[in-house]
């Protein structure tokens, strides 16, 4: 098993280093000076001296492959650059978001489980139903709605005709639990949506293919009571499936971030990375494409981790 | 998505011929459902010009953000355009960029999938590790970046899609090849002195594009998503050119005044993911050898 983690651990490495070349690449493909876009409000253009001396304060009059190497070394040190909208070092802003989109992520993941869980249960126990197609429907439903779509009409729902919920905005938890509880609930919900209809697929056909192995018809041979079938038998290998969405969904939720955060105006980092994308204020993008990619390649690790301790044929392999 | 690309990579898909194909397919609820909303999409699409009751980029000042009447179905927007006719036109651009980035892309990824599972060794072994650094990036977060480099603009938002859709379908090609390789009739064709390029592309290929059609439904599905998101975002088309993301966009700044500005865009793009998904379930269910003959899912 230690084997198989560090063979995983070190793939992601290499793949983790290939990203980094990727992003760099990607955001020095932008055409035109972004020193010079960036500056073009605050700074009189005309003198050529001043572009020089900012340029070679961002390094980049060097060579493309020196500024590769200073910068992933400046990134790994933690000098993630300055905002070049606000001046702000890179990785400040990154710190005081961070909290507020992984609150949305964690109650995006219990939305899922919430609905996901219980709609593909249903459907796999009343399989080839009426109820078992119309819950299918709902769930691809629900993995197909924009969420940003989806935001708008709950807003209109919740926040227009019944003022039940903040319409945007976000409270931080230690200054007022309830209210940051309020602001939360469309956001994640809407977040949740995708991954709660994901989920309930799985389920559903993972529970079905393993009620269909012989020891579950053993069981009911020998007498069990359905219930104990379902309940004991069935539950712990239908969950290695299910662990892999869990995990996958986290993915998922970047996306989501960005365009839940821009309709709910969460000051979160989805709406960092949209913000700067229009600023086109790259050292944010690139870290920004760095966390992206950082969340994806941990979550893979670990899906990868636990369906090797979940199921010990994957180890071999 | 329901159905992931990684789901259908290297699953053993058994050749169908077209009929039995088509029948599954058919008795397949969901996925008729999916056609024939695609169908209703596609006709938007193509004939646009006869089914708008207006010119969808005629202004009229006199008549700004009205709701429904006779005259305007769903109202007008907030510079006085027909609503319908701007949903109508907008299926043009969602359809385009559904079909030519995946176009793009199903091509892209095919030729390299294939040449990287039959020949295997260090090229293979290159492009998975390519394929696994693109696949790190979500579409949304990779195509906005790109618009960033590359300016908005349709053109941009596909050639961005196409750039990392190729990793899915290249992944699917490659783990098909893998299996189909070691096929007797690939030996045989082999054992007869058949040249390297023929046996991949006249033996392997046909043989291995079975669940590339699944893929296909599947990124269309996924490109219509990305390009209203980019849209809605504000990176997309240019103005007035009608998109269901851009008017989504605008509307949502009158949502209480008239929430059909928002709700009826929005629909349109549920719609047309919701339809490319139920297409693509009842594809992978047809194509399932596991599952066939079992009816509906």
């Given at each position: 098993?230690?084997?198989?983690?560090?063979?995983?651990?070190?793939?992601?490495?290499?793949i983790l280093l290939l990203v980094t070349v990727l992003v760099f690449v990607m955001v020095r493909i932008i055409p035109g000076d972004p020193i010079r876009a960036a500056m073009q409000q605050n700074v009189d253009l005309t003198d050529n001296k001043i572009v020089e001396e900012v340029r070679a304060r961002y390094g980049l009059d060097r060579p493309i492959h020196v500024q590769f190497a200073i910068w992933l070394r400046d990134f790994l040190r933690g000098d993630w650059g300055k905002s070049l909208q606000t001046g702000e070092p890179?990785?400040?802003?990154?710190?005081?978001?961070?909290?507020?989109?992984?609150?949305?992520?964690?109650?995006?993941?219990?939305?899922?489980?919430?609905?996901?869980?219980?709609?593909?249960?249903?459907?796999?126990?009343?399989?080839?139903?009426?109820?078992?197609?119309?819950?299918?429907?709902?769930?691809?439903?629900?993995?197909?709605?924009?969420?940003?779509?989806?935001?708008?009409?709950?807003?209109?729902?919740?926040?227009?005709?019944?003022?039940?919920?903040?319409?945007?905005?976000?409270?931080?938890?230690?200054?007022?639990?309830?209210?940051?509880?309020?602001?939360?609930?469309?956001?994640?919900?809407?977040?949740?949506?995708?991954?709660?209809?994901?989920?309930?697929?799985?389920?559903?056909?993972?529970?079905?293919?393993?009620?269909?192995?012989?020891?579950?018809?053993?069981?009911?041979?020998?007498?069990?009571?359905?219930?104990?079938?379902?309940?004991?038998?069935?539950?712990?290998?239908?969950?290695?499936?299910?662990?892999?969405?869990?995990?996958?969904?986290?993915?998922?939720?970047?996306?989501?971030?960005?365009?839940?955060?821009?309709?709910?105006?969460?000051?979160?980092?989805?709406?960092?990375?949209?913000?700067?994308?229009?600023?086109?204020?790259?050292?944010?993008?690139?870290?920004?494409?760095?966390?992206?990619?950082?969340?994806?390649?941990?979550?893979?690790?670990?899906?990868?981790?636990?369906?090797?301790?979940?199921?010990p044929r994957v180890r071999v392999h | 998505m329901p159905v992931t690309t990684e789901q259908i990579e290297g699953r053993r898909v058994s050749q169908v011929g077209w009929r039995p194909l088509v029948r599954a397919i058919l008795r397949h609820r969901l996925s008729v459902v999916g056609i024939i909303l695609i169908m209703m999409i596609a006709i938007m699409a193509v004939f646009a010009p006869f089914l708008a009751p207006y010119d969808p980029n005629k202004q009229n000042l006199y008549k700004v953000l009205k709701g429904p009447s006779?005259?305007?179905?769903?109202?007008?927007?907030?510079?006085?355009?027909?609503?319908?006719?701007?949903?109508?036109?907008?299926?043009?651009?969602?359809?385009?960029?559904?079909?030519?980035?995946?176009?793009?892309?199903?091509?892209?990824?095919?030729?390299?999938?294939?040449?990287?599972?039959?020949?295997?060794?260090?090229?293979?072994?290159?492009?998975?590790?390519?394929?696994?650094?693109?696949?790190?990036?979500?579409?949304?977060?990779?195509?906005?970046?790109?618009?960033?480099?590359?300016?908005?603009?349709?053109?941009?938002?596909?050639?961005?899609?196409?750039?990392?859709?190729?990793?899915?379908?290249?992944?699917?090609?490659?783990?098909?090849?893998?299996?189909?390789?070691?096929?007797?009739?690939?030996?045989?064709?082999?054992?007869?002195?058949?040249?390297?390029?023929?046996?991949?592309?006249?033996?392997?290929?046909?043989?291995?594009?079975?669940?590339?059609?699944?893929?296909?439904?599947?990124?269309?599905?996924?490109?219509?998503?990305?390009?209203?998101?980019?849209?809605?975002?504000?990176?997309?088309?240019?103005?007035?050119?009608?998109?269901?993301?851009?008017?989504?966009?605008?509307?949502?700044?009158?949502?209480?005044?008239?929430?059909?500005?928002?709700?009826?865009?929005?629909?349109?793009?549920?719609?047309?993911?919701?339809?490319?998904?139920?297409?693509?379930?009842?594809?992978?269910?047809?194509?399932?050898?596991?599952?066939?003959?079992?009816?509906?899912?």
């Amino acid at each position: 098993m230690q084997r198989y983690i560090a063979k995983r651990l070190l793939y992601s490495l290499l793949i983790l280093l290939l990203v980094t070349v990727l992003v760099f690449v990607m955001v020095r493909i932008i055409p035109g000076d972004p020193i010079r876009a960036a500056m073009q409000q605050n700074v009189d253009l005309t003198d050529n001296k001043i572009v020089e001396e900012v340029r070679a304060r961002y390094g980049l009059d060097r060579p493309i492959h020196v500024q590769f190497a200073i910068w992933l070394r400046d990134f790994l040190r933690g000098d993630w650059g300055k905002s070049l909208q606000t001046g702000e070092p890179v990785l400040n802003m990154f710190w005081r978001r961070l909290p507020i989109t992984l609150e949305l992520f964690v109650g995006a993941t219990l939305w899922a489980w919430i609905i996901g869980f219980p709609l593909g249960l249903i459907g796999a126990l009343k399989r080839n139903s009426f109820l078992d197609a119309s819950l299918t429907t709902v769930a691809i439903a629900g993995v197909s709605i924009p969420s940003f779509w989806e935001g708008i009409l709950l807003i209109y729902l919740f926040a227009v005709l019944f003022r039940i919920f903040p319409p945007s905005g976000f409270v931080p938890f230690f200054e007022d639990p309830w209210m940051n509880l309020k602001s939360v609930i469309m956001p994640t919900f809407v977040m949740g949506t995708h991954s709660a209809g994901l989920l309930a697929r799985y389920v559903r056909s993972s529970l079905l293919e393993v009620l269909r192995q012989d020891f579950i018809r053993t069981a009911r041979a020998k007498g069990v009571p359905e219930k104990v079938v379902i309940l004991t038998h069935t539950a712990k290998p239908a969950m290695i499936p299910v662990v892999t969405v869990i995990g996958l969904a986290w993915s998922y939720f970047v996306a989501g971030s960005f365009l839940v955060e821009y309709v709910f105006a969460i000051p979160g980092l989805g709406r960092m990375g949209v913000d700067a994308i229009f600023a086109r204020d790259f050292p944010v993008i690139q870290a920004i494409l760095m966390a992206v990619a950082v969340n994806v390649l941990l979550m893979n690790l670990l899906v990868d981790i636990l369906y090797g301790y979940l199921d010990p044929r994957v180890r071999v392999h | 998505m329901p159905v992931t690309t990684e789901q259908i990579e290297g699953r053993r898909v058994s050749q169908v011929g077209w009929r039995p194909l088509v029948r599954a397919i058919l008795r397949h609820r969901l996925s008729v459902v999916g056609i024939i909303l695609i169908m209703m999409i596609a006709i938007m699409a193509v004939f646009a010009p006869f089914l708008a009751p207006y010119d969808p980029n005629k202004q009229n000042l006199y008549k700004v953000l009205k709701g429904p009447s006779k005259d305007h179905w769903l109202g007008t927007d907030n510079v006085g355009r027909d609503l319908l006719s701007r949903v109508i036109y907008g299926a043009r651009i969602s359809m385009y960029v559904g079909i030519v980035s995946t176009t793009i892309a199903a091509f892209i990824g095919i030729l390299i999938g294939l040449i990287a599972g039959y020949r295997g060794g260090a090229i293979d072994n290159i492009v998975m590790r390519i394929t696994d650094t693109f696949m790190c990036f979500p579409f949304l977060i990779f195509v906005l970046a790109m618009a960033a480099a590359l300016g908005p603009g349709i053109n941009n938002i596909i050639i961005s899609i196409s750039l990392l859709g190729w990793t899915g379908f290249a992944r699917i090609i490659r783990g098909q090849v893998l299996l189909v390789r070691e096929l007797p009739y690939v030996d045989a064709a082999r054992a007869v002195g058949m040249s390297k390029y023929r046996i991949m592309f006249k033996h392997v290929l046909p043989n291995s594009l079975a669940p590339v059609i699944v893929a296909v439904s599947i990124t269309i599905g996924a490109a219509i998503l990305t390009e209203s998101s980019t849209a809605f975002l504000g990176l997309g088309v240019e103005p007035p050119t009608a998109s269901w993301g851009k008017e989504l966009r605008v509307g949502y700044t009158y949502l209480e005044r008239v929430p059909l500005f928002s709700i009826a865009p929005g629909l349109m793009i549920s719609l047309a993911v919701l339809a490319f998904n139920f297409l693509g379930d009842g594809l992978r269910d047809a194509l399932d050898p596991r599952l066939r003959g079992e009816g509906r899912t």
